[in-house]
């Protein structure tokens, strides 16, 4: 485990506590984070050196909980190490860094998993259920908000720090990048970068999704709603007792028999339902994940490729940002 600081402690304790991993090494270049982390887990040996982590022989997977400008070259080392990566969000912070590494983890047949977490969270898991058996009928809009008063960061703008955990689940919902991108911020704190921000995906075919995110909320909301022809969901893991509810509400809309340029517009006022969820730590299930993908050799859903198309899709929204909030198309290849 390489990065000790705010995060990393939460990944190394369901690492110590799973059946499914052993935690072997602590890494961390500050001597008074790896002390302090280090006297929880006397089984596991500590280093300053993330080099000597890397390449030792009893060490099969690293994490990586290092800030985002440290994560290419970590990522990089421990592949040409042949070791598995599970890496922290947001991913790097270019496209080209993205795609090099999706390519070396290729390559050398290794497991390279982001710790997109909300994947993992049985809300989320029953939520793509519902899309996926579409119950929830043609996906209309998604509209989500992660806002409250953030750890602000000193590298990288609150999109690429928080709508990286929405993008995640978007995409892995809606399963393909959007047509185009707008994103429209404003940086408060004195230096150039956004801590308020939304933006906008267009899917070209009629699905239009929205994330808003804020380090400045005095209030911390966490709603992620998705509008289907069917029925619509929300998703609030801020809400312990019913995380997922699944709306029979919405409007149904048929041709006037009378005439034929009129529609009937009726409103659908059903059930709620809030499904029975286990009780599982997204932490714990996403580290169990990546054990379970390397022990098969297979992809975790939140693999290399899906880092890498998040990380198109942030790109393109700070180059939107930079042109005052113009749509910034994707092109069929993912490039932006
Ligand atoms: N998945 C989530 O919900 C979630 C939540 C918070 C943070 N994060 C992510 O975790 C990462 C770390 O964030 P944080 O808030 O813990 O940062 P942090 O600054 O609190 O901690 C980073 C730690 O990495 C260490 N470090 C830096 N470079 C190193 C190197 N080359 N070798 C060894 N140690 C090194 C630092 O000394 C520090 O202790 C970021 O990518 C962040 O976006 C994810």
Known sequence: MVGLGYWGPNLVRNIAGSPATELVALCDQDEGRLASVGASYPSARTTTDSAAVLAADDVDAVCIATPVSTHH?????????????????????????????????????????????FLYSP???????????????????????????????HDVNVLWDLAAHDLSIIDHLVGRLPRSVSAFGEAHQGHDLVDVAYLHLDYGDGLIASVHVNWLSPVKIRHFLVGGSRRSALYDELDPSERLKIYDRGVDSTPDPESRRRILVSYRSGDVVAPALEPVEPLRAMVEHFADSVARGAAPLSDG????????????ADRSLAAGGAAVTLDAGGGA
């Open 305 to 316: 490729e899906q880092g890498l198309r998040v990380v198109r899709i942030l790109a393109a």
């Open 123 to 153: 809300a989320v898991r029953r939520l793509a259920t519902a899309v996926q058996d579409g119950e929830l009928g043609d996906l209309q809009y998604i509209d989500s908000v992660r806002i409250n008063l953030g750890l602000v960061q």
């Open 73 to 117: 070259d970590l990522v990089r080392a421990a592949l040409e190490s042949g070791k598995h990566v599970l890496v922290e969000k947001p991913f790097v912070t270019s496209v080209e860094e993205a795609e090099q590494l999706v390519a070396l983890a290729r390559d050398r047949g290794l497991v390279l998993m982001l710790d997109h977490v």
